[in-house]
């Protein structure tokens, strides 16, 4: 135990100031209610769907839970559940294996929703494409509002692109 | 090579040291060869298949065994009139899914296998049509059909399933696991893999050597290091390109690299799924420092697109080496302390003790590799058995532990750790000067080339055939995964069902990797 308290207490607060909203990374010209966005604004739901990455994106969504981007500190949260979520936020390309399995977590999550298409390949379909294997970008499978390019984008890029889904209008 | 000579078989040598060799067999050859190397402990590395009826008049299944002194590659012409080939299971039970793969793939059927239900194959194609056959085009859309895959059911008085999948509560790959369960223990654990197959072999067709090592980069994206490394190991042997030296021991830099902060991860996230946060904390922490360092003197977080076929992109500078030193440093201070906190720590080790646990006999009948496999006895580990530039200079040190238990391959990654910061150190020392990259010769139809490489998670194999203009004919990239994902299924036996995120967790098999 003394081990314990004494890295903690060696190691600090890490946290690093969240990123601010990019309206260019908004893919729609429609945009949730004001009084919702508010709502959301202060406690976020997210749920994340693998819907054909290679992992990469993945490995970056989990590094914006780390001590250095500290997500949750924004009381943005990721949930086990759609019924739980306001947000999904997908990684592509969308295989046609889990074509099905995305649309019915999309319809599982209340309204009213968000979606943020992570990466490269949920963006266009990245490397990967369009083929007998894959849908492709994750808005030819369902409605996308805020898309962050990257292979894979940075954990303040993920966050930018959250951030900006729930970002007020001006 | 001995024990195989008696078969009569004409190799053919791909590369001196370590032998690789290739040879075409007949269907009792082929099976013959897989006994003897079964006999003299040697392993099935990958099995994959090809249509060569432009190039050859048929189709043909390539098995990659590892013997005592290399790797043989064993190619077997099917013919289309009767598209099967002899079973091999029986010998390496590993090679059940990878033959079903085969099937849904080109069509070519493993002779009276026990088990012949799809792999690979969903709905995305009808059952009928094989994409890796030349007449297959890439972009088309099929319809899906109805999935209604048969499940082994178990019966019994108080048995239920519980279906988890392929959306995951946590933030990981997609698959679908179906636990049947008396109580809390499981009595069995059925996997379903495939939901991330995104045609990446029929992608590779026809793209430029250059081109494809992108792809490669992208097979699995937490290997990335390793897979770039094995495709430009199989380009530059089918074209007969030397890298530069200083090329290959920083590729080797990387690749530890990347199994440290592969490492660090997997130790937080362990710790996390025990309910102890303050390792996930710290440890992500110490991976985040590392990424960093990477973004900054390797311009990516996870060093993708840096090594490529004749070399890698450019040369580390001075202040690169100054500041890994500076962090290796760091990590050699911070790391004990907190083994000393898993380790003291009652709780943490009650839920990693016994857990998940594979038996070395186990491990060694089904055929478990890498770190898994380290874990559970299964002293092997290329960097020590077939060291090339430049581990031959390196002597690694393998690290490997008897329990086969999640505590096992928790301290199994703590060695690992160690050892590579000792390699990197002595890399960055004795690393020879000169040119980081040279142009990749080129190549002419039908050469052949094999990249093989111990990445964090066990040995990845990328097997490569070159059509003219430098293009590729056939790329088979093989992930480990492939080996240790049917163990999984036996590691969770009588667990409770609440133990399976953390056993899960401790293999951290790639679904996108073996899905392709």
Redesign the interface.
């Given at each position: 135990m003394y081990?314990?308290l004494k890295?903690?207490a060696a190691?600090g607060i890490?946290s690093e100031p969240p990123p601010i909203a990019d309206e260019s990374l908004r893919a729609t010209s429609t945009r949730l209610e004001a009084a919702v966005l508010q709502r959301f604004g202060r406690s976020l739901a997210i749920r994340?769907?693998?819907?054909?990455?290679?992992?990469?994106?993945?490995?970056?969504?989990?590094?914006t839970?780390?001590?250095?981007y500290n997500l949750e500190g924004l009381g943005i949260h990721?949930v086990?559940?759609?019924r739980h979520a306001d947000m999904l936020l997908v990684t592509g390309?969308v295989?046609?294996?889990?074509?099905?399995?995305?649309e019915r977590?999309y319809e599982a999550t209340p309204d009213p929703k968000l979606v943020v298409a992570i990466g490269d390949c949920g963006c266009t379909g990245g490397?990967?494409?369009?083929?007998?294997?894959?849908c492709g970008q994750v808005s030819n499978v369902i409605p996308v509002d805020v898309v962050v390019p990257g292979?894979?984008p940075?954990p303040l890029q993920i966050m930018q692109g959250i951030l900006t889904a729930v970002a007020l209008p001006k | 090579m001995s024990f195989f000579t008696d078969l009569d078989i004409k190799t053919q040598q791909l590369l001196a040291q370590p032998p690789i060799l290739q040879a075409t067999v007949n269907p009792q050859q082929y099976r013959a060869v897989a006994e003897r190397v079964q006999q003299n402990g040697g392993r099935l590395v990958a099995l994959w298949g090809s249509d060569d009826r432009e190039r050859e008049m048929n189709m043909a299944v390539h098995a990659a065994l590892a013997f005592q002194e290399g790797l043989l590659w064993l190619r077997l012409p099917v013919g289309e009139g009767r598209p099967v080939f002899p079973d091999l299971a029986d010998i390496f039970p590993v090679a059940n899914r990878m033959q079903r793969a085969i099937y849904d793939l080109l069509g070519l059927r493993a002779d009276k296998a026990v088990d012949e239900r799809p792999w690979l194959r969903h709905t995305a194609w009808p059952a009928d049509s094989f994409p890796l056959r030349r007449d297959f085009e890439l972009e088309q859309d099929f319809a899906g059909g109805f999935d209604d895959y048969p499940f082994v059911k178990v019966e019994g008085e108080g048995v239920h399933e519980i279906p988890v999948g392929p959306v995951h509560a946590g933030i990981i790959e997609p698959g679908h696991f179906r636990f049947s369960i008396v109580g809390e223990r499981v009595l069995r654990l059925e996997e379903r893999l495939g939901y991330v197959h995104k045609g990446i072999e029929k992608r590779f067709e026809g793209m430029t050597l250059e081109e494809g090592v992108r792809l490669a980069g992208r097979v699995s994206g937490d290997s990335t290091v390793a897979y770039a490394w094995a495709y430009c190991m199989a380009a530059e042997m089918a074209t007969a390109t030397m890298p530069p030296s200083r090329a290959e021991w920083l590729r080797a830099l990387l690749l530890e690299r990347e199994r440290i902060a592969n490492h660090l991860g997997d130790l937080g996230y362990l710790g996390n799924d025990a309910a102890f946060a303050f390792g996930l904390a710290q440890f992500s922490r110490l991976k985040e420092d590392m990424l960093r360092l990477n973004h900054t003197h390797f311009g990516h977080r996870y060093l993708m697109d840096y090594i490529i076929p004749g070399g890698v992109v450019r040369n580390i500078s001075a202040e690169g080496i100054a500041a890994i030193r500076q962090e290796i440093e760091v990590l050699q201070r911070e790391l004990p302390t907190l083994k000393i906190i898993y380790d003291e720590h009652a709780g943490l080790q009650d839920r990693f003790l016994t857990t998940g646990q594979v038996t070395p006999q186990l491990a060694a009948k089904l055929g478990l590799t890498g770190l898994t496999g380290r874990a559970s006895g299964q002293a092997v580990d290329l960097r020590v058995q077939f060291p090339g530039v430049p581990y031959d200079r390196l002597d690694v040190h393998m690290a490997t532990h008897s329990n086969g238990d999640v505590a096992a391959r928790v301290s199994v990654r703590f060695d690992e750790i160690v050892e590579s910061l000792r390699l990197i150190e002595h890399i960055i020392e004795h690393m020879p000067e000169g040119e980081v990259h040279v142009p990749v010769n080129c190549v002419t139809d039908g050469k052949c080339g094999v990249g093989w490489v111990e990445g964090w998670r066990g040995e990845i194999l990328v097997a490569l055939e070159t059509t003219q203009d430098n293009k590729i004919y056939r790329c088979h990239p093989h992930d480990p995964s492939w080996q240790n994902w049917p163990l999984l299924e036996y590691a969770v036996i009588g667990n409770i069902v609440p133990d399976f995120p953390l056993i899960n967790k401790s293999f951290n098999l790639s679904y996108s990797g073996q899905d392709l």
């Open positions: 081990h314990l890295k903690i190691s890490k994340q769907v693998d819907a054909g990455s290679c992992n990469g994106c993945e490995l970056e969504i989990h590094a839970t780390n001590p250095y990721f086990a559940s759609p390309p295989s046609r294996h889990m074509k099905v399995a995305l977590t490397i990967f494409g369009e083929s007998y294997a894959s292979c894979p940075t | -």
